[in-house]
């Protein structure tokens, strides 16, 4: 089945203990995306990815870093974690050519920072 | 900058009714596409339709219509004789190539159908 499969779900941490949420596609897709949704905010870009070695800032990295050495995983890393980064994360991934499209997004992982 | 207002926070209906969720958009591209998506309590997101710029037709899918109008880059949405499954937070989005295809989200439409 075609999916982006996201993990943990759900993750309650302590300040400053850095995390990975993992991201992971198999439809061989070359773009690759980490938003975040906060109530009132809607769903902000993090990073995007459009191939392997090639990631670039969307509008709220701060905080946040994320690696794209196989195609496929898109990991993203909080060094240290802190509690306005609360929030619901989703990944998403396309063909670049077919981003136009629309995306395959993952579940979402629901981070508390406490 | 693209912008995607969705003035709408909340929507409160009685099953069967009609409901339009109001979408707005802002971009200066010529080629851009729009879209809307459902999210469900359960928090997954669900893509429920693409519009391209140069497409501006209207397209009904079963309860679902949508009216894309670029007059005044507008993309509502309606649902026809709403159901209780109905009830979801509507996201409308923009994006176009220009911001390497980066989804700008509105801050969604909180529809609750009560039976």
């Known amino acids: 089945e075609a999916q982006v499969t996201q993990n943990p779900r759900y993750l309650i941490t302590v300040t400053g203990k850095k995390l990975t949420v993992t991201c992971s596609q198999n439809m061989n897709h070359e773009y690759m995306s980490w938003y975040r949704q906060d109530p009132g905010l809607g769903l902000r870009q993090i990073y995007y990815?459009?191939?392997?070695?090639?990631?670039d800032k969307g509008d709220v990295p701060e905080g946040y870093k994320v690696s794209r050495k196989e195609k496929r995983n898109f990991p993203l890393i909080l060094e240290s974690p802190s509690p306005n980064q609360t929030s619901l994360y989703f990944c998403a991934s396309s063909l670049v050519r077919e981003a136009a499209y629309g995306y395959t997004f993952g579940s979402g992982t629901r981070l508390t920072v406490v | 900058a693209q912008k995607v207002t969705q003035a709408q926070t909340e929507i409160s209906v009685v099953e069967k009714e009609d409901v339009t969720l109001d979408c707005v958009y802002e971009?200066?591209?010529?080629?851009?596409?729009l879209f809307w998506y459902k999210q469900p309590p359960s928090g997954e997101l669900v893509f429920l339709i693409r519009?391209?710029?140069?497409?501006?037709q209207n397209e009904i899918s079963g309860r679902y219509s949508w009216n894309f109008q670029k007059s005044t880059s507008s993309f509502n949405f309606t649902i026809t004789a709403s159901q209780v499954v109905d009830s979801a937070v509507y996201f409308c989005a923009l994006s176009y190539g220009g911001s390497n295809y980066k989804l700008t989200f509105g801050k969604g439409t909180l529809l609750t159908v009560n039976p």
């Open positions: 990815s459009m191939n392997v070695e090639v990631t």
């Open positions: 519009r391209n710029s140069f497409d501006e």
């Open positions: 971009t200066r591209d010529t080629t851009y596409y």
